[in-house]
């Protein structure tokens, strides 16, 4: 029999999303892979699992394209809320659970899909660059013209370091557009390629570009994929809260395999 799968994307970062509520459906890396290769599979950046949970709505399972399990995954995480209110699960407000923690997410009546992300405590800066956590680690970079930046040489190049070898780093580059406008573009670790879109790296390029110095900001993020916003109160220069990474969440075609 068929396993059902519907594909998502959120500004262009796609995924296979399946209900496996019922805990029957077991995939290996190979598997998930294969089904996420975009020559000889379905195509997708990831693949998820929508799972039981005691004490929330559901529980999000995210693989990597490459087949092994990854960290947090902010577009993923606006999907799979889209997806299960498709599924019929209809809250005023989701909570589930990830890999980095519970979350919050609620869609408004445009569809757009907003994702609560965990408190970020820290910034190492350097002198080119900056790293911090929302949820997967991320390089953030501050550069000109990023439309004919090499996106993917560079990246590659810094994810395999001998810094970031070993763990891996999700890298990103950042052209400042305005005030509160910036342009995001992103080499995944487990994709290990430029994707359309990361939301967690956008909400890390937000934050690193936040233009109240405390209070509350709204940063504008143009991707390849479209745009997103990211909204957060900055507390002092390390620590900030509320965190919201928000833009539509769209179903692409369902089928199975």
Known sequence: MA???TKYQGTGNDFIIIDNRDNKISLSTKQIEKLCHRRFG????GLMLLEKQDGFDFNMVYYNSDGNPGSMCGNGGRCITRF???LGIRREE???LASDG?????IDEKFIVRLKMQDVT???NHSSYELLNTGSPHFVKMVADLHDFPVYKQGHEIRNSEKFREHGVNVNFVEMLDEDRIFVRTYERGVE???FSCGTGVTAAAIVNAHNDRGFNHIDIKTRGGELF???DKMDDERFENIWLCGPAVKVFDGGF
């Open 94 to 96: 989701y909570n589930f």
């Open 3 to 5: 396993i059902p799968f």
């Open 42 to 45: 379905i195509g997708a950046d």
């Open 122 to 124: 820290h910034i190492e």
């Open 102 to 106: 519970p979350h919050k997410a609620w």
């Open 230 to 232: 990211v909204e957060f």
């Open 193 to 195: 390629d430029e994707t």
């Open 84 to 86: 299960a209110h498709d």
